[in-house]
Nanobody
Framework: QVQLVESGGGLVQAGGSLRLSCTTS????????MAWYRQVPGKQRGLVAH???????FLVDSVKGRFTISRDNAKNTVYLQMNSLKPEDTAVYYC?????????WGQGTQVTVSS
């Protein structure tokens, strides 16, 4: 079992920044891949970014150049730094961890970007 606890969401104006954090209940080294997803009402949850144990990263095209995913192994924490936020980034953001093909999710944190 893995518990994931997110923090850092909130309300920000367009062009602003937020940093989301996701802290795991077990060593982050034991988690094959950590990711951030987001979901808006009426739509499926979609991948935003992921980072592997080896540090490899992936970001979807819509956030490239604005968002950065990183990890602090000593703190068992993954971050999503979000800059130049747009109203279309408004969503509930979920932290995801994959361990031996099993998916674990955080409770979600709301990000609202006002125009």
């Amino acid at each position: 079992q893995v518990q994931l606890v997110e923090s850092g969401g909130g309300l920000v104006q367009a062009g602003g920044s937020l940093r989301l954090s996701c802290t795991t209940s077990r060593s982050i080294w034991s988690i094959n891949r950590m990711a951030w997803y987001r979901q808006v009402p009426g739509k499926q949850r979609g991948l935003v970014a992921h980072i592997t144990t080896g540090g490899g990263t992936f970001l979807v095209d819509s956030v490239k150049g604005r968002f950065t995913i990183s990890r602090d192994n000593a703190k068992n924490t993954v971050y999503l730094q979000m800059n130049s936020l747009k109203p279309e980034d408004t969503a509930v953001y979920y932290c995801n961890g994959v361990v031996n093909s099993a998916n674990y999710w955080g409770q979600g944190t709301q990000v609202t970007v006002s125009s």
